[in-house]
């Protein structure tokens, strides 16, 4: 493939995991602040809690969208790519949840800023920079062309296939 195929071909997915990355943050979003609207609060922990069961559902929308669609000719479902996929969505809820919880705290116990009014400004800035770092992973490790496991995994049910050292011993 040409190089300027495959840069047409990354635009193209690029713009298809935004459409996704969209339809997550109406779930990472809605889901928060149906929790605001049920439960005001602006007691921090609790609204990381709020947020944390948001990332969660955001994360299953984004396997079931990126796996379906996205990257529906690198997405194979396996064990092992889901693993990659719920490591992945923990790296993303950890990135999300620790800048929520660093951006909503100070706002919510130094200043009368409404906790919806927080808790929207600190998602919007978590999530964009967590879907930043999540599109690099699904990409180049979840659902890589290039199988950087699958050479290891080759190795050890063949290893007739490793190549022998000068003394025959398999390297």
């Given amino acids: ?4 195929d ?7 997915r690029f713009s298809k995991f935004s ?15 149906l929790f605001l609207w ?7 922990v609790e609204l990381a809690m709020y947020n944390a069961v948001a990332l969660v559902l955001a994360n299953a929308n984004s396997y079931v969208w990126n796996g379906l669609w996205t990257f529906r000719g690198r997405a194979r479902l396996s064990k092992r790519q889901t693993g990659l996929f ?5 790296i993303n809820v950890a990135i999300g949840s ?4 660093f951006l909503v705290r100070p706002i919510l116990l130094y200043t009368d800023i409404p906790s919806y009014l927080a808790g929207n400004t600190a998602k919007f800035i978590s999530i964009a920079t967590a879907s930043t770092v999540s599109f690099f992973l699904m990409r180049y490790v979840v ?6 496991w699958a050479k290891k ?3 050890e049910a063949h290893p007739e296939a490793r190549p022998e050292g000068a003394s025959g011993e398999r390297l």
């Fill in 1 to 4: 493939m040409r190089k300027r």
């Fill in 6 to 12: 495959r840069i047409k071909e990354g635009g193209k």
């Fill in 19 to 33: 459409l996704v990355g969209l339809s997550n943050a109406a779930v990472d979003i809605g889901v928060l602040n």
């Fill in 38 to 44: 049920l439960e005001p609060t602006r007691d921090p």
């Fill in 86 to 90: 719920i490591m992945q969505a923990l």
């Fill in 98 to 101: 620790l800048l929520f919880g």
């Fill in 143 to 148: 659902f890589s062309r290039k199988r950087w």
């Fill in 153 to 155: 995994d080759t190795e």
